[in-house]
């Protein structure tokens, strides 16, 4: 398939003028540009539609099935970028973010630094002390963060084993209580009814914020290298794994071996730890043969 004209060279300077005068505030100079680009990306699309088209009436086919349907979907794609770039709201057409991950979407921050984020929202749960995550949840089509709590408290429960009765939240989840029968929400909003106790351990929901921090930072689930829905909740849940071997190492390396033998054993893994048993002894033995040669 050969294009009578490509605009590789003028695509590569509208983007450099697009973002110099998006960041100089200069947007109706930066509309114009974007309207160019729009419709470059418009002849564009048609002449390819043209030749698929001719090709699917000619007798001699040289398309195969698999490449027209690539074919087809980007031009939905730069059907959808025209749409979203020509009309400011688009009423009933997600916009398109990203051409690879086609399911991020904008997240309204509401921050000076970062007002907006571009992903899929992802859920937390962590204990009130020690600060273990117990679970994390992507949740795509960006849901009000109210909505996710049943969801969360669901996937802790089955990760834990153990049965959630109360959780402790911040302001974006009030109202929810009839959603989750049976589970104490504690939340500022409620602060006059919270005993003494249920106040102390409010403060405690604090400690949620750097956690995020490290799991952004540290454990990388500000960037996932898996393609699709399924590949962001995999990601999800990987990370918040990588974050619990790396406290428990430091657990490990705070208080010793015995509480990595001592976790073995409230797990079950009583095979585990005899073949670890039988490691040291025989780590002593050869270092005590060294030391008989040696001397």
């Known amino acids: 398939m050969s294009l009578k004209q490509t605009f590789v060279k003028e695509a590569k300077q509208l983007t450099r003028r697009a973002g110099g005068y998006a960041h100089a505030k200069q947007f109706r100079r930066m509309k114009k540009v974007i309207n160019r680009q729009r419709t470059i990306v418009g002849r564009l699309s048609r002449e390819i539609q043209r030749q698929v088209a001719n090709q699917i009436t000619s007798q001699v086919a040289t398309l195969s099935a698999e490449l027209k349907g690539m074919i087809t979907e980007a031009l939905a794609k730069a059907q959808r970028l025209m749409t979203q770039t020509k009309h400011r709201k688009s009423k009933g057409i997600p916009k398109l973010y990203s051409w690879h991950a086609p399911e991020t979407e904008c997240i309204s921050k509401g921050k000076a630094r970062t007002p907006y984020e571009f992903g899929v929202k992802v859920g937390i749960t962590?204990?009130?002390?020690?600060?273990?995550i117990l679970g994390a949840r992507s949740f795509p089509n960006n849901p009000f963060d109210g909505h996710t709590?049943?969801?969360?408290?669901?996937?802790?429960?089955?990760?834990?084993?153990?049965?959630?009765?109360?959780?402790?939240?911040d302001l974006g989840y009030r109202g929810v209580d009839q959603d989750n029968p049976g589970v104490s929400i504690k939340q500022r909003g409620k602060y006059k009814s919270l005993t003494e106790q249920e106040r102390k351990l409010l403060k405690r929901?604090?400690?949620?914020?750097?956690?995020?921090?490290?799991?952004?930072?540290?454990?990388?689930i500000n960037r996932c290298h898996l393609k699709?829905?399924?590949?962001?909740?995999?990601?999800?849940?990987?990370?918040?794994?990588g974050y619990n071997i790396r406290w428990l190492l430091r657990m490990i390396r705070k208080r010793g071996l015995g509480l990595?033998?001592?976790?073995?054993?409230?797990?079950?893994?009583?095979?585990?730890?005899?073949?670890?048993?039988?490691?040291?002894?025989?780590?002593?033995?050869?270092?005590?043969?060294?030391?008989?040669?040696?001397?």
């Open 126 to 132: 962590s204990t009130i002390k020690g600060n273990l």
């Open 149 to 169: 709590l049943n969801e969360q408290l669901e996937q802790a429960s089955i990760l834990s084993g153990n049965t959630i009765k109360n959780v402790y939240v």
């Open 205 to 220: 929901r604090q400690a949620i914020e750097p956690i995020i921090g490290h799991f952004k930072s540290d454990s990388r």
């Open 228 to 241: 699709g829905p399924e590949g962001d909740a995999i990601h999800a849940v990987l990370c918040a794994a």
């Open 260 to 295: 990595y033998l001592a976790l073995i054993k409230v797990v079950g893994l009583g095979g585990l730890l005899d073949k670890v048993t039988e490691f040291i002894q025989a780590e002593a033995m050869r270092l005590d043969r060294s030391i008989a040669l040696t001397a």
